[in-house]
Structures are given as structure tokens and as C-alpha cells.
């Protein structure tokens, strides 16, 4: 059912956030502590999301969904940034990241390791490639797709 509500949500919302300049990065709706809440993780154009702009984006998704009414029962509504380390959740997120530093959370260890961070400079339909800095060599790494847990944009120190 989430997955069909999700769906109506971001087809009402889309359009009218898209002409602010406004991307939906993700949208999820979840039970949480017995309250449902309806989370919009934004991007802008620019890249500046900040207060302000969420603020905006909740009045605007506010009174598209109190027009359409697709969620019959009471929920909460939350706007925020995608963050800086967002999470690579769809293909399509992984395909943006292309060329970026990201974090691998894996399910099993890989060349000993748990996790594994790196610029991806490559996607096909079974792995990822990351150009990964030890010391002062670069290694590839090809890693399964099955094998990642979790995925991020990372921040490089």
C-alpha cells in the first residue's frame, strides 16, 4: 500500500515543486512510535536547501495534498535536505553519484573490510567500481551490488 501512496504523492507533488526549482530526492511513509509521517527529502537546483526553503516546500506540498486528499488518515508531514551525505537509494541515485565520493556498507567483507569508501567511476548491471586511495596508490574495486548493505555520499577529510 505504501508503495501505491508513494507513487499518488510524488505524481501530485512533482510538477509544482520541479517549477520552484525543487527535486523530490526521495519520499517515504512510515509508522513510527504509532504516528504515520509522510518525510519529503528535497534537492534544489542550486543546491541550497535550507530552512527557508522547506518551509516553502511543506505549504506548497500542504495544500496539494489537502486539495487531493490521498492520505485518508492523520499523519505528519516533514520537508528537509537531502543532507550531504545522502543516501544512494535508487539506481538513478547511484547514476547522479557517478564520479563522487561515496560510502559502501557491506554485508560481508570484502579484501577484509566492512565498508569502503572512494570516488564510483563505474556501474553495470552487477557492480560498482570505486577508484579507492591507500596510502598513496589508487586501487579498483569491482564490488557486487548484492553484497552492498548501504550507500552514501560521503564526505572526503
Known amino acids: 500500500m505504501n508503495e501505491n501512496l508513494i507513487k499518488k ?13 525543487i527535486s523530490i530526492y526521495h519520499l517515504e511513509f512510515v509508522n513510527e512510535g504509532g504516528e504515520d509521517f509522510l518525510r519529503f527529502f528535497i534537492d ?13 516546500v511543506s505549504e506548497v506540498v500542504g495544500r ?5 486528499d490521498p492520505i485518508k488518515s492523520p499523519y505528519n508531514l516533514e520537508v528537509s ?3 550531504a551525505e545522502k543516501p544512494l537509494l535508487k539506481e538513478e541515485h547511484f547514476k547522479q553519484a557517478l564520479g563522487k565520493y561515496v ?8 579484501d577484509g573490510k566492512h565498508q569502503i569508501e572512494g570516488v564510483l567511476v563505474g556501474i ?21 551490488k548484492d553484497l552492498v548493505e548501504q550507500a ?6
Not at 44 to 54: A, H, Q, R, T
Not at 64 to 68: A, N, S, Y
Request: glycine letters at 4%; hydrophobic letters at 35%.
Open 9 to 21: 504523492v510524488q505524481k501530485l507533488c512533482e510538477q509544482p515543486l520541479k517549477e520552484m526549482g
Open 44 to 56: 534544489k537546483e542550486d543546491g541550497v536547501v535550507d530552512l527557508d526553503v522547506c518551509v516553502e
Open 64 to 68: 496539494i495534498l489537502d486539495e487531493h
Open 81 to 83: 535536505s537531502s543532507g
Open 103 to 110: 560510502h559502501f556498507d557491506l554485508k560481508e567483507a570484502f
Open 124 to 144: 553495470n548491471e552487477e557492480s560498482y567500481e570505486l577508484d579507492v586511495k591507500i596510502k598513496t596508490q589508487t586501487k579498483k574495486y569491482k564490488i557486487s
Open 152 to 157: 552514501r555520499l560521503a564526505i572526503k577529510f
